[in-house]
């Protein structure tokens, strides 16, 4: 009954920023309760960490986006967001937001998943 949709990707040069969102939704669903997590994953790569924010808005960071990505949450409009500045062409993948019961960095732990948006960098 939980879904999570993606939005805000695309092809942009280097150096270009890009906002990503993930509507949840669900009656039994309650967003305010969940962490909320982005990763991504790149052709031929594993699944990757992101960042996380958790219910009570802390947040964590993958290294190689510390200082130029920013998450944040909406949980008046059940939404997660991931401002994306400065962007690389290293980022370029599909980019998931995931709910879990609690702020992990495990892919393994979160719950729901949504389908993915397409971000491309290009050089």
């Known amino acids: 009954q939980v879904q999570l949709v993606e939005s805000g990707g695309g092809l942009v040069q280097a150096g270009a920023s890009l906002r990503l969102s993930c509507a949840a939704s669900?009656?039994?669903?309650?967003?305010?309760?969940?962490?909320m997590g982005w990763f991504r994953q790149a052709p031929g790569l594993e699944r990757e960490f992101v960042s996380a924010?958790?219910?009570?808005?802390?947040?964590e960071y993958a290294d190689s986006v510390k200082g130029r990505f920013t998450i944040s949450r909406d949980n008046a409009k059940n939404t997660v967001y991931l401002q994306m500045n400065l962007l690389k062409p290293e980022d370029t993948a599909v980019y998931y937001c995931?709910?879990?019961?609690?702020?992990?960095?495990?892919?393994?732990?979160?719950?729901?998943w949504g389908q993915g948006t397409q971000v491309t960098v290009a050089s």
């Open positions: 995931a709910a879990a019961e609690t702020l992990y960095w495990a892919a393994e732990k979160y719950d729901y």
């Open positions: 669900g009656r039994s669903f309650s967003f305010s309760l969940y962490a």
């Open positions: 924010i958790s219910r009570g808005g802390e947040t």
